[in-house]
């Protein structure tokens, strides 16, 4: 099996662990658009790209974090929602 990353194409891995699989439709057809990177919080070096599904459109983030990395990237003073003054408002 192959999939297109980044206009070329490479050998998928055999495990169906690290395999690139669209969180959508379950397809391995991925091309990625535009590198990404934590410019707003600094809570990690790493690199990601968006990839985009050949199968069905969905753009997604590549390669997928795992749930326990999640944490690690968010600071501990994040929250997204209105200020916590009007919270309960």
């Not at 099996?1 to 055999?14: G, I, K, N, R």
């Not at 391995?28 to 459109?57: I, N, Q, S």
């Not at 974090?65 to 009007?86: D, I, M, N, Q």
Request: overall charge neutral; glycine content about 12%.
């Amino acid at each position: 099996m192959e999939l297109t990353v980044s206009h070329t194409t490479v050998a998928a891995p055999t495990s169906a662990a690290t395999r690139l699989t669209c969180p959508g439709c379950g397809g391995h057809e991925a091309r990625t658009l535009f590198p990404v990177y934590d410019r707003l919080f600094g809570t990690t070096p790493r690199r990601f790209e968006v990839a985009a599904c050949g199968g069905c459109g969905l753009e997604y983030l590549w390669p997928q974090p795992t749930l326990a990395e999640l944490p690690g990237f968010y600071p501990k003073s994040y929250w997204v929602g209105p200020p916590e003054a009007r919270a309960g408002s």
